[in-house]
């Protein structure tokens, strides 16, 4: 590959040995991957996760001297401050975060603890080259918004913050964000569920880039959001199209770059209805609590489960993540007030699938999302999967219907 000057002093070491070391790998990608050369990215996403090998490489890289030229936001992990002050974490595990948030604190990281990046802190335009990690993050800035970034890992992400570039290659490239798989969907899509759903078909789908036909002229924000995380948990998939709503499939023409589809799938009702069957933990009706905002909710999810509970009492506990900055909203806007009055609470900076959770091994919650059920299994959490008003009633009866 060929670097420039600047890249040549980068990985000999005049930026510093952490520098060298963040091209040591963006040059070793580069290189598996055939790349050209380098460009240089604007904007990253690190998905850190908080875990030993993600901390052991943050710190490595610290002790390095390393710092990032291009600020990236971060992931959740969790919110030490609720889960010491509610005594849900061992101090282990509340020093691990606090360990995690110094570290990339230390390099320069953008210390936002949330994976909808794209809708709020960090959003790119078209066309722009990046370096996001994250499931829903890195399909709903190609395919959203147009902007190029392949599907990072945290660790590849942190280098291209590092270093500011990255190899070209992969999504960057034109002739490789064409569709080849048309996906007619027959389904009827008639909330953000249904595409959690097709999100989670990407068994059906199979590898490549679907480009889906037949969804509403009208798809919210949260239901982009859930696509692109749920095809993630399923597949792996660094953009999709949807006919003549993405910005680089206003025809089919363009979405196949005027070729045929190299295969075509059709998504039905029944595909979704045994998908859940599939995925939802259907032995217990009895559940334990609720959880939502995998991916982080926006104000305004939250608010319409605040409105939902208005007045009433909760008979389990009910968590909502979200972003810090949409749960300051929510306590500006009262409504946190109201879910709290519930016996809820609405959670900034955490992820389901972190140590703050473990308690809950054993016991069975109800979500709207399959990521969230997916995830915590490992850790012995079940969870039943039901649309968001049917979660909602679910808590404030302790079962699901
Ligand atoms: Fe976000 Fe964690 Fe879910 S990163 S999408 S809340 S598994």
């Not at 001297?65 to 849900?88: I, L, Q, Y």
């Not at 480009?211 to 798809?219: A, H, N, R």
């Not at 998908?275 to 609590?289: A, M, P, T, V």
Request: with cysteine; aromatic share 10%.
């Amino acid at each position: 590959m060929k670097l420039t000057r600047e890249q040549q002093d980068m990985l000999d070491g005049k930026y510093g040995r952490g520098t060298a070391y963040a091209m040591k790998i963006e040059t070793a990608i580069g290189e598996s991957f055939d790349a050209p050369y380098m460009v240089p990215i604007t904007r990253a996403h690190v998905a850190l996760s908080n875990q030993d090998a993600d901390l052991w490489f943050a710190e490595k890289l610290l002790s390095l001297g390393a710092h990032c030229r291009v600020s990236p936001t971060v992931n959740p992990g969790f919110c030490v401050s609720f889960f010491r002050e509610h005594g849900m974490v061992s101090e282990e595990d509340a020093k691990m975060m606090m360990r995690t948030h110094n570290a990339y604190k230390g390099l320069g990281a953008t210390l936002t603890y949330n994976c909808t990046p794209y809708v709020g802190t960090n959003v790119p335009h078209f066309g722009e080259i990046c370096a996001f990690s994250e499931s829903s993050a890195t399909p709903f800035v190609n395919s959203v918004w147009g902007a190029r970034s392949n599907r990072e890992g945290a660790n590849s992400a942190l280098c291209a913050a590092i270093t500011g570039f990255v190899p070209y290659y992969g999504l960057l490239l034109d002739e490789n964000r064409k569709g080849n798989i048309l996906v007619h969907v027959e389904a009827d899509m008639k909330s953000d569920f249904e595409y959690h759903l097709l999100g989670y078909c990407g068994k059906k789908i199979g590898p490549g880039i679907p480009v889906f036909e037949g969804l509403p002229e009208q798809i919210s924000m949260e239901s982009l959001t859930n696509l692109g995380a749920q095809l993630n948990t399923s597949g792996a998939y660094g953009m999709y199209h949807i006919l003549g709503f993405t910005p680089e499939a206003q025809t089919l023409e363009q979405a196949f770059s005027g070729k045929k589809p190299e295969r075509e799938v059709v998504i039905t009702n029944q595909d979704l209805t045994d998908i859940l069957e599939e995925i939802s933990c259907e032995g217990n009706r009895k559940i334990d609590f609720a959880m939502f905002g995998c991916p982080h909710f926006t104000l305004d999810q939250t608010r319409h489960i605040a409105e939902r509970l208005d007045g009433k009492k909760l008979k389990v506990p009910l968590w909502v993540l979200t972003s810090y900055h949409v749960k300051e909203l929510c306590d500006r806007m009262g409504i946190t007030e109201k879910i709290e009055y519930a016996g809820g609470n609405v959670i900034p900076d955490t992820c389901p699938d972190q140590p703050c959770w473990n308690w809950l091994g054993g016991k069975t919650g109800v979500t709207e999302s399959p990521k969230c059920a997916y995830y915590p299994k490992r850790r012995g959490i079940n969870f039943v999967i039901r649309n968001l008003d049917s979660c909602i009633d679910a808590a404030l009866t302790g079962e699901v219907r």
